[in-house]
């Protein structure tokens, strides 16, 4: 079956370093694949989305970057401010219609 | 624009007891999704919807029902509450196009005694 599987549950980083978050999975060969940002009390929010064809997208402190070799995605943020604390989902698409999502990844920024 | 609502935001039920979440967009899209998000299980689809009058089962069904009469709004039923159900559901909404962003609601965070 497909799994999907987030490389920890937590990852603490001092503010101004580069965080690494890492989408591993298995036994799937996805089209695409999102990363979403979820706060405490709060539903997803859509961040970046990158094809199996792009090898990395970039928005502002935002680096995606997608190996369908290894399936595996890594997710970076630069320069990391306390702010980006958050709970980080990789999500992977299902035959075109849903989303299976990780179980996400906890970033704790310290300043 | 509202996005995505969802209502109630909090609810305790009793075992045995029903109830119906609500979910409502106003962006005109074709998909909806409910999610249940445990703690070290993160989220996972329970029914998922591509239009009006659609549904179709999603990772976790077994105890839930939906139904999509209108396409604004997307229903969530349990017809006899269990304290396994006990989870924060979320509400979700795309365009259809396959690339596109899922639009989440706040959450409902539901308690079953």
């Known amino acids: 079956s497909q799994k999907i599987e987030q490389n920890s549950e937590a990852l603490n980083i001092q503010e101004g370093k580069t965080a690494t978050l890492t989408c591993n999975y298995t036994n799937y060969s996805p089209a695409y694949l999102q990363w979403y940002r979820q706060d405490p009390g709060r539903g997803p929010v859509f961040l970046l989305l990158?094809?199996?064809?792009?090898k990395e997208k970039r928005k502002e402190r935002l680096k995606v970057t997608f190996d369908t070799t290894l399936k595996q995605s890594l997710f970076h943020i630069t320069a990391s401010q306390p702010a980006d604390s958050a709970t980080y989902l990789c999500a992977l698409d299902q035959a075109g219609t849903a989303l299976i999502f990780g179980k996400g990844t906890t970033l704790s920024v310290s300043s | 624009n509202a996005g995505v609502t969802q209502t109630p935001k909090f609810r305790v039920l009793k075992t045995g007891q029903s109830m119906t979440l609500l979910c409502a967009q106003d962006?005109?899209?074709?998909?909806m999704y409910w999610y249940r998000q445990d703690p070290g299980m993160g989220l996972r689809l329970i029914h998922y919807?591509?239009?009006?009058?659609?549904?179709a089962k999603g990772e976790v069904p077994d105890g839930y029902n939906v139904s999509r009469l209108k396409k604004q709004n997307f229903l969530l039923g349990l017809e006899s509450a269990a304290p396994s159900q006990t989870s924060v559901y979320f509400c979700a909404s795309t365009s259809g196009q396959t690339t596109d962003t899922q639009y989440f609601g706040p959450g409902t965070r539901l308690t079953v005694l």
């Open positions: 962006m005109n899209h074709e998909y």
């Open positions: 919807s591509v239009g009006e009058g659609t549904t």
């Open positions: 990158i094809r199996e064809n792009e």
